[in-house]
Protein backbone atom coordinates (compact mmCIF):
# COMPACT_ATOMS: atom_id res chain seq x y z
CA UNK A 1 0.00 0.00 0.00
CA UNK A 2 1.30 3.46 -1.02
CA UNK A 3 0.00 7.10 0.38
CA UNK A 4 -1.78 7.83 -2.77
CA UNK A 5 -3.97 4.45 -2.13
CA UNK A 6 -5.06 5.65 2.10
CA UNK A 7 -8.39 6.46 2.61
CA UNK A 8 -10.48 7.54 5.70
CA UNK A 9 -12.78 5.57 7.67
CA UNK A 10 -14.87 7.67 7.44
CA UNK A 11 -16.03 11.00 5.01
CA UNK A 12 -15.36 14.49 5.85
CA UNK A 13 -18.27 15.18 3.64
CA UNK A 14 -21.87 15.26 5.17
CA UNK A 15 -24.35 13.13 3.56
CA UNK A 16 -27.15 15.31 1.74
CA UNK A 17 -30.82 14.96 2.88
CA UNK A 18 -33.21 15.33 0.92
CA UNK A 19 -37.28 15.34 1.04
CA UNK A 20 -36.80 17.81 4.17
CA UNK A 21 -37.88 21.48 2.92
CA UNK A 22 -35.72 24.19 1.40
CA UNK A 23 -34.69 23.86 -2.57
CA UNK A 24 -35.01 20.08 -2.77
CA UNK A 25 -38.86 20.02 -2.15
CA UNK A 26 -41.99 17.45 -4.00
CA UNK A 27 -40.15 15.23 -5.54
CA UNK A 28 -36.31 15.68 -4.15
CA UNK A 29 -34.37 14.90 -6.80
CA UNK A 30 -36.33 11.04 -7.17
CA UNK A 31 -38.04 12.41 -10.29
CA UNK A 32 -41.79 11.02 -10.92
CA UNK A 33 -44.27 8.78 -9.79
CA UNK A 34 -43.78 4.67 -9.22
CA UNK A 35 -41.29 2.52 -7.54
CA UNK A 36 -38.76 4.27 -8.16
CA UNK A 37 -39.59 7.34 -6.56
CA UNK A 38 -40.73 5.54 -3.28
CA UNK A 39 -38.36 5.59 0.03
CA UNK A 40 -36.81 2.04 0.45
CA UNK A 41 -37.66 0.66 -3.34
CA UNK A 42 -36.49 -2.73 -3.53
CA UNK A 43 -36.10 -3.89 -7.41
CA UNK A 44 -36.35 -7.74 -7.88
CA UNK A 45 -33.58 -9.32 -8.85
CA UNK A 46 -33.52 -10.16 -12.36
CA UNK A 47 -32.56 -13.43 -11.57
CA UNK A 48 -36.09 -14.06 -10.21
CA UNK A 49 -37.83 -13.66 -13.32
CA UNK A 50 -35.92 -16.04 -14.38
CA UNK A 51 -36.26 -19.01 -11.52
CA UNK A 52 -40.25 -17.68 -11.77
CA UNK A 53 -39.94 -19.08 -15.85
CA UNK A 54 -38.10 -22.28 -14.91
CA UNK A 55 -40.12 -25.51 -14.93
CA UNK A 56 -40.13 -26.71 -11.54
CA UNK A 57 -39.75 -30.53 -11.38
CA UNK A 58 -41.85 -32.36 -8.60
CA UNK A 59 -41.38 -35.63 -6.70
CA UNK A 60 -38.20 -37.62 -4.88
CA UNK A 61 -35.32 -35.67 -5.83
CA UNK A 62 -32.53 -38.40 -3.73
CA UNK A 63 -32.42 -41.35 -5.82
CA UNK A 64 -29.01 -42.26 -7.45
CA UNK A 65 -30.09 -42.10 -10.56
CA UNK A 66 -27.11 -42.30 -13.29
CA UNK A 67 -24.51 -43.99 -11.65
CA UNK A 68 -23.20 -46.58 -13.41
CA UNK A 69 -20.86 -49.47 -12.83
CA UNK A 70 -17.36 -49.63 -13.63
CA UNK A 71 -16.89 -51.29 -16.68
CA UNK A 72 -13.94 -53.89 -16.94
CA UNK A 73 -13.31 -56.25 -20.19
CA UNK A 74 -12.41 -60.21 -20.06
CA UNK A 75 -8.90 -59.46 -21.56
CA UNK A 76 -8.22 -57.47 -18.90
CA UNK A 77 -9.18 -60.36 -16.58
CA UNK A 78 -7.00 -62.36 -18.62
CA UNK A 79 -3.68 -60.66 -17.75
CA UNK A 80 -4.26 -59.07 -14.32
CA UNK A 81 -5.69 -62.57 -12.45
CA UNK A 82 -3.91 -66.11 -12.17
CA UNK A 83 -5.61 -69.39 -12.92
CA UNK A 84 -8.45 -70.10 -10.56
CA UNK A 85 -8.79 -66.76 -8.67
CA UNK A 86 -11.63 -64.83 -7.25
CA UNK A 87 -12.84 -62.16 -8.96
CA UNK A 88 -14.57 -59.06 -6.65
CA UNK A 89 -15.02 -55.20 -6.80
CA UNK A 90 -12.66 -55.35 -3.81
CA UNK A 91 -10.15 -57.25 -5.46
CA UNK A 92 -10.60 -55.31 -8.59
CA UNK A 93 -9.92 -52.08 -6.42
CA UNK A 94 -6.80 -53.78 -4.67
CA UNK A 95 -5.26 -54.32 -7.93
CA UNK A 96 -6.17 -50.86 -9.63
CA UNK A 97 -8.41 -51.97 -12.16
CA UNK A 98 -11.30 -50.42 -10.74
CA UNK A 99 -11.60 -46.79 -8.96
CA UNK A 100 -13.60 -46.64 -5.49
CA UNK A 101 -16.56 -44.63 -5.87
CA UNK A 102 -16.71 -41.42 -2.71
CA UNK A 103 -15.01 -44.00 -0.68
CA UNK A 104 -17.08 -47.61 -1.15
CA UNK A 105 -16.63 -50.35 -3.67
CA UNK A 106 -18.26 -49.66 -6.90
CA UNK A 107 -20.47 -51.53 -8.93
CA UNK A 108 -18.39 -53.45 -11.57
CA UNK A 109 -19.64 -55.31 -14.91
CA UNK A 110 -17.46 -57.55 -16.76
CA UNK A 111 -17.83 -57.07 -20.37
CA UNK A 112 -17.08 -59.66 -23.16
CA UNK A 113 -14.12 -57.73 -25.19
CA UNK A 114 -11.66 -60.12 -26.19
CA UNK A 115 -10.62 -63.61 -24.95
CA UNK A 116 -10.24 -65.65 -21.61
CA UNK A 117 -8.70 -69.02 -21.32
CA UNK A 118 -8.51 -68.99 -17.35
CA UNK A 119 -10.71 -70.84 -14.76
CA UNK A 120 -12.07 -67.23 -12.72
CA UNK A 121 -14.70 -66.92 -10.21
CA UNK A 122 -16.83 -64.28 -10.38
CA UNK A 123 -18.54 -62.75 -7.29
CA UNK A 124 -20.84 -60.13 -6.81
CA UNK A 125 -20.53 -58.72 -10.17
CA UNK A 126 -22.74 -57.97 -13.22
CA UNK A 127 -21.72 -60.06 -16.14
CA UNK A 128 -22.68 -59.21 -19.80
CA UNK A 129 -24.34 -62.35 -21.78
CA UNK A 130 -20.79 -62.23 -23.81
CA UNK A 131 -18.39 -62.33 -20.89
CA UNK A 132 -20.80 -64.69 -19.16
CA UNK A 133 -20.26 -67.21 -22.32
CA UNK A 134 -16.63 -66.64 -22.50
CA UNK A 135 -15.91 -67.41 -18.81
CA UNK A 136 -18.20 -70.46 -18.39
CA UNK A 137 -16.37 -72.06 -21.96
CA UNK A 138 -12.85 -71.43 -20.19
CA UNK A 139 -14.45 -73.16 -17.15
CA UNK A 140 -15.01 -70.57 -14.51
CA UNK A 141 -17.67 -69.73 -12.61
CA UNK A 142 -20.69 -66.61 -11.72
CA UNK A 143 -21.74 -66.12 -8.41
Known sequence: MQIHQ???????????RVGRGGKRGTYSGR???????????NFHPIIREVLKRYPKLRGYKNNP?????????????ET???AEEKVSPRILVEK????????KYP??????AGEIS???????CQVSASAKEKIEKAGG???
Open 6 to 16: LTRKDSLKTKK
Open 31 to 41: GGKGQSARAGR
Open 65 to 77: VGIKPAVVNVKIL
Open 80 to 82: AFA
Open 96 to 103: KLVARVSG
Open 107 to 112: QVKILG
Open 118 to 124: KKLTIES
Open 141 to 143: TIK
